[in-house]
């Protein structure tokens, strides 16, 4: 059972630092702090977003960028701001349109296709789904895109991080 990897909180913001999960000796994923709806004072946000971009951009082997955000407030400044970088950048970025139980179902498709034409503007490699922990809704969809940015040939010493 994997349910106790890592701990959540219902507080935003309680990720401050950036967390490893070896894949095998070559891929891991990296959970970068949470900024979004953190409720810490405006300096703290602005070190947790300069730490986010100055890994980022160490990261040549990075294989995709997964962007969560509530999808009651989705596309929220900084969020465009890390979605620029990563057009910029040619990383992929898969939105997570997370909470989406909290809407109705008809609530959520219509943010996430409001979300989806968005993104399609903004450049050519933005993906968007819905997603809900407590209900596994966007799960089996998620693995699916993970493996598929995470399985390509052996790409020598360096070693690919999706965030």
């Excluded at 979004?36 to 946000?45: D, H, I, M, R, T």
């Excluded at 971009?53 to 990075?62: E, M, V, W």
């Excluded at 050519?124 to 969809?141: D, H, K, R, W, Y």
Aim: hydrophobic share 40%; aromatic share 6%; with cysteine.
């Amino acid at each position: 059972d994997q349910g106790r990897l890592a701990r959540t909180s219902r507080t935003p913001g309680r990720t401050q630092l950036l967390n490893f999960f070896a894949l095998d000796e070559k891929r891991r994923l990296v959970d970068l702090p949470g900024y979004g709806f953190a409720k810490v004072q405006a300096s703290l946000q602005k070190s947790w977003e300069a730490e986010m971009i100055h890994y980022l951009n160490g990261r040549n082997s990075l294989a995709g960028l997964v962007l969560v955000m509530d999808v009651r407030h989705p596309l929220q400044s900084l969020d465009r701001n890390f979605i620029q970088w990563a057009d910029q950048a040619r990383v992929p970025v898969r939105v997570l349109l997370n909470k989406a139980d909290k809407l109705s179902k008809s609530q959520a498709k219509s943010v996430q296709l409001k979300a989806q034409a968005e993104l399609a503007s903004m450049g050519p490699m933005l993906t968007c789904q819905l997603f809900s922990a407590t209900e596994s809704l966007g799960v089996n969809e998620l693995r699916l895109c993970l493996v598929d940015w995470l399985a390509y040939p052996d790409a020598g010493t360096d070693q690919p991080a999706v965030s």
